[in-house]
């Protein structure tokens, strides 16, 4: 599939594009916001090659050729949980203990160490919601942690974990992020979000986390300084007026707060869950779920592909649909997505590898930090030839900075 094509200004007058069509690219052109009824109306009647052009336009607009990476890990401190979701491929039971794990403190902190030395800059902490990991436990963790890495970033916790280790130690939402704030919490990860419509959140995750919830753990989070980032689940269940009214909430905190620093499209994956029966969307729709998210969210800066969830080749197409961050070089520690059957089944890049990814399809590789400031510029940089490219991801050094 070739990228889609640059200029916008063949959208807007050809005989074959409808007036509806054409009045939402006059719309894009100009900077104006589309509504709701203008999204589901793409979602229903716009081809692909279209939602191309203008995503990719907007896209342009904000950040060039420009796409982000950064050098990250994960640690995953359990697969036990409490909640039962009918579309995770990833959770276990208590009585399902024996097919889990659950990490200690010290196990986390040897994964940290494990890192010394190295130019990552964020871990990504995130797992089951296990009833006996606390707030206290946790606040301890990420005290060890800055005591071991001070500039560290820590990307912790989806507001359904919050949700529930605030409501076990009996403190408000801002009581308990000032807690974990204070010892040494950066930003919040955008999981657990799935999809707001009420109704069929009750079908699919009903005894975890409301949707009302998620959204005041990210409003105070945003209030108190933190950045997050947002997601959405799609392809499971859901109409494309329940993807619309979705990111028309986002968009609405985020004209209140301006605190999210992304928005992550998340797909459903039918492996080894209650719901493997619903067949999995196309590479197609998902270029047309970026493509209208970057159209829609004007006020969130950054579109990111999970690389791992959908695969290095629809990641690198995703580049000509709005999207501008494909995550990081990961580690093959994360099995969230890898469980429920994702492209991805050993998902770790070295930094040359992710940047050759990038400059393959003729983009501009940046290394960025969790807050999006630019670290490394990879443009002219060219890697030495001895250099190894699958053996460890992170042990290339870190090219000169612009």
């Known amino acids: 599939m070739k990228q889609a094509p640059q200029n916008i200004d063949t959208l807007l007058y050809p005989h074959t594009l409808s007036t509806d069509l054409q009045n939402i690219a006059s719309k894009v052109k100009m900077g104006e916001r589309i509504n709701k009824e203008e999204a589901l109306f793409l979602f229903e009647n716009a081809e692909l090659s279209y939602l191309g052009v203008l995503a990719n336009f907007i896209r342009e607009q904000k950040h060039g050729d420009y796409t982000f990476f950064n050098r990250n890990f ?74 071991l890495r001070p500039n560290l970033h820590i990307k912790a916790f989806t507001a359904v974990e919050y949700e529930y280790m605030f409501r076990k130690a009996k403190v408000s939402i ?6 974990m704030m204070a010892a040494g919490l950066d930003s919040i990860p955008g999981g657990g979000a799935e999809i707001f419509d009420e109704t069929l959140r009750a079908e699919i995750c009903g005894d975890k986390a409301t949707t009302a919830q998620w959204l005041a753990i990210h409003e105070t989070a945003h209030r108190l ?12 269940t859901e ?8 990111l028309d909430r986002l968009r609405n905190l985020q004209d209140q707060t301006g605190g999210f620093n992304t928005f992550i499209p998340l797909k459903f994956r039918n492996k080894d869950n209650a719901m493997s029966h619903v067949p999995e969307v196309s590479t197609i729709e998902d270029l047309r779920n970026y493509a209208i998210s ?21 990641a690198q197409l995703s580049l000509s649909f709005g999207v501008d961050d494909i995550d990081g070089t990961i580690d093959d520690t994360t099995k969230i997505y890898s469980m429920a059957g994702a492209e991805e089944q050993n998902p770790k890049l070295s930094t040359q590898e992710l940047v050759e990814l990038i400059k ?6 940046v290394e960025r930090d969790t807050l999006y400031n630019i670290i490394t510029d990879y443009k002219d940089f060219e890697f030495p030839k001895e250099a190894p490219k699958a053996n460890n991801y992170i042990d290339l050094p870190l090219a000169p900075s612009n």
């Open 294 to 314: 970057r159209i829609y969210l004007d006020n969130i800066d950054h579109i990111k592909a999970y690389w791992p969830m959908i695969g290095r080749n629809t």
């Open 239 to 246: 109409t494309f007026a329940h993807r619309v009214d979705h």
């Open 174 to 179: 801002e009581e308990g992020l000032k807690i």
């Open 74 to 147: 994960h640690v995953e401190p359990t697969n036990i949980c409490v909640f039962t979701c009918n579309f995770c491929s990833y959770s276990r039971l208590l009585k399902q203990a024996d097919e889990g794990w659950v990490l200690s403190k010290e196990q986390m902190l040897d994964i940290i160490k494990s890192y010394e030395n190295k130019p990552v800059t964020e871990v990504h902490i995130v797992g089951g919601v296990h009833p006996k990991l606390t707030l206290e436990f946790f606040c301890d963790l990420f005290k060890a942690i800055k005591a």
């Open 360 to 365: 393959n399809v003729g983009r501009h590789p």
């Open 225 to 236: 300084g933190l950045k997050s980032n947002c997601t959405m689940l799609y392809g499971a």
